[in-house]
């Protein structure tokens, strides 16, 4: 049973649309990070939280933008989708404890494909 | 964070017992070991982690050397549904409140359980 919902689960747009992709979760974790990740290739953070009102980039330059202004919702809002989006997207969170005690849970996903 | 280094990929047959070693030469006193799977499409999924002592819990067990430079992940009695990518993650955990210290998930260890 998931604790962290990401909708759509698939989505296939026109480029230059405007697309915000949802994360929730009901674990009351402070902590809250986005992946990007292409069909058969590595993992790549690009944004991170570690509260509300709390948003940094992370390894991989992304032209997507976060908010987090309830702790349990976590969006990533492309302004003008473009087919170089084309990816995976994985939101995760993780409780604040140190180190936590069961990692990071991750959604499902959403696989978004820009035509 | 210390660099891991996997194989790129293994076999086991099912019921019998998958060894996935994972190299972290440049591991310092303060990095946990972590270990994540992803099956096909979905989101990865936390197993185990440890410092220094040997670990188990439902899923799995994970021996570390006494130097730390290297760990085993080991599946028990591997099933068709363990058949994933595994990723060996070593981090330091943050001390300080309000910091986010993120997973960086290289290519891991693409293992088939065969029948």
């Known amino acids: 049973e998931a604790d962290i919902y990401q909708t759509p689960r698939y989505l296939v747009i026109g480029t230059g649309k405007k697309i915000t992709l949802e994360c929730s979760q009901t674990?009351?974790?402070?902590?809250m990070y986005w992946y990007q990740q292409d069909p058969g290739m590595e993992l790549h953070l690009i944004h991170y939280?570690?509260?509300?009102?709390?948003?940094e980039k992370g390894d991989l330059s992304s032209e997507s933008t976060v908010s987090r202004i309830r702790t349990e919702h976590f969006p990533l809002t492309l302004e003008s989708a473009r087919p170089s989006h084309t990816s995976q997207y994985l939101c995760a969170s993780s409780e604040s404890g140190s180190p936590p005690n069961y990692g990071y849970t991750f959604g499902s996903g959403t696989r978004l494909t820009v035509v | 964070d210390a660099k891991t280094t996997q194989p790129t990929s293994m076999d086991c047959a099912e019921g019998r017992a998958a060894n996935l070693p994972c190299n972290h030469s440049t591991i310092s006193g303060n990095e946990y070991v972590y270990w994540y799977r992803q099956i096909h499409s979905q989101g990865p999924q936390y197993i185990i982690h440890g410092l220094k002592n040997n670990e188990t819990n439902e899923m799995a067990s994970l021996i570390i050397t006494e130097d730390r430079k290297s760990s085993t992940l080991i599946l028990p009695h591997a099933t068709l549904r363990d058949t994933a990518v595994y990723y060996c993650?070593?981090?330091?955990?943050?001390?300080?409140?309000?910091?986010?210290?993120?997973?960086?998930f290289g290519s891991g260890t693409q293992l088939t359980v065969l029948p």
């Open positions: 993650i070593v981090r330091v955990e943050s001390t300080g409140s309000g910091s986010a210290r993120q997973l960086t």
């Open positions: 939280s570690y509260g509300v009102n709390s948003t």
């Open positions: 674990m009351g974790h402070d902590k």
